[in-house]
């Protein structure tokens, strides 16, 4: 079946830090990949997405590249802020068969300090 | 609203106590989402509807839980003779079309907890 394996936080960064924090996943045919956050006391929200390999999603300062070769969609972002600090979970749908149903990895935990 | 909404958004219920979840989804929004969400774990797919119908179940975990959306738009999660291990945040989520490259929005839960 489907899986998706996110590093284990909590990641602790200084504000204006570089981040990286690494998905990969299991899956057969090709999925689309995503990367969700959610702020402390809401619900999750699409940060980026890319639906085949060598897509680059981007938003809010924040990129993931469809790595099909090593099977990876890790998140980075060149430097965070306080506001940043919030769980990302990084998620897949559409592998073979045309499953709808997302599949999520545990989320990492991001917590950025002044 | 121009979100999805959910109540309540906490609920603590006895050993046994039947409870009911709702949802709204965003107008419009074709696809409803029920996911479980167990402390430090991603969301967990529980059960998913287009429209009125309820294409997919395989998520829920037991003959306890039953969800329905009648007139395809807001949506309940019932789960029957609560037990311990049903505590976890719930989460709804819509979408405007069913397909794998659409954006789900998700609600902000329904933290469940069970004495």
């Known amino acids: 079946g489907n899986s998706v394996t996110q590093m284990e936080g909590p990641v602790t960064l200084s504000e204006e830090a570089f981040l990286t924090i690494n998905c990969t996943y299991t899956?057969?045919?090709?999925?689309?990949l995503f990367w969700y956050v959610q702020y402390p006391g809401e619900g999750l929200q699409l940060l980026l997405k890319?639906?085949?390999?060598?897509d680059k999603g981007s938003n809010k300062g924040f990129e993931a590249t469809y790595r099909k070769e090593t099977t990876s969609f890790h998140l980075e972002k060149g430097s965070v802020q306080v506001s940043d600090s919030a769980v990302y979970f990084c998620?897949?749908?559409?592998?073979?068969?045309?499953?709808?149903?997302?599949?999520f990895g545990r989320g990492t935990s991001l917590i950025v300090h002044p | 609203g121009a979100g999805v909404s959910q109540s309540p958004r906490y609920k603590v219920a006895k050993r046994g106590q039947d409870v009911a979840l709702r949802c709204d989804p965003i107008s419009g929004h074709v696809s409803l989402f029920w996911y479980q969400q167990a402390l430090g774990q991603g969301p967990e797919f529980l059960t998913y509807?287009?429209?009125?119908?309820?294409?997919?179940k395989s998520g829920l975990p037991s003959d306890r839980f039953f969800a329905e959306r009648p007139e395809g738009s807001v949506s309940t999660l019932k789960i029957q003779r609560t037990q311990q291990e049903d505590s976890a945040v719930y989460l709804c989520?819509?979408?405007?079309?069913?397909?794998?490259?659409?954006?789900?929005?998700f609600g902000p839960g329904t933290r469940l907890t069970v004495l």
């Open positions: 890319a639906t085949k390999a060598d």
């Open positions: 998620a897949l749908s559409g592998s073979s068969g045309g499953s709808y149903i997302p599949t």
């Open positions: 989520a819509s979408s405007n079309r069913d397909s794998s490259y659409n954006e789900q929005f």
């Open positions: 899956a057969t045919g090709y999925p689309s």
């Open positions: 509807f287009q429209n009125e119908a309820q294409l997919d």
